[in-house]
């Protein structure tokens, strides 16, 4: 893993949560986009070196809606950047890790991503991202 990616906070309402973070941050937001597969909009704050991920659920049936159904607002998942996000899950899966995704799927921010259990990691819902080249 090279460095954290991004800390994903689930939101009940986007638009509400973008202005929240943008007066926490003095910056707005610096894209918006919809991953329909995972039933969620997605908006990312730059913070210094960092970026900060906020999840708002397109249906009730999306792990962010069942996630804030249980839980309520909050931290969601922590993402670590991969230089090969195959051979990250092979490894990690090596280690005892219950993998989510044993192929990688696209993500938001031209990424690939899979993600691991979070009863295989202390509670902590990891993504891996791997930047999507060409």
């Known amino acids: 893993m ?3 990616e991004h800390i994903g906070i689930a939101v009940k309402n986007l638009e509400n949560s973008n202005e929240l973070f943008s007066k926490l941050f003095g910056e707005p937001h610096y894209k918006i986009e919809e991953v329909e597969s995972e039933g969620v909009n997605t908006s990312f704050f730059k ?3 960092n970026k900060i991920e906020l ?3 397109t249906n009730e049936d999306s792990p962010i809606a ?6 309520g607002e909050g ?8 230089t090969d996000i195959e ?3 092979k490894r990690l899966k090596n280690e005892g890790f219950k993998v989510l995704n044993e192929t990688p799927k696209r993500g938001a921010d031209n990424k690939l991503v899979a993600f691991l259990h979070p009863k295989s990691s202390n509670g902590v819902l990891i993504e891996l991202c791997q930047e999507i080249k060409g």
Request: net charge neutral.
């Open 2 to 4: 090279n460095k954290i």
């Open 87 to 89: 051979a990250e899950i």
């Open 47 to 49: 913070v210094g070196e």
């Open 55 to 57: 999840l708002e659920a």
């Open 66 to 71: 069942k996630f804030i159904n249980k839980k």
């Open 75 to 82: 931290i969601h998942h922590i993402a670590f950047d991969v």
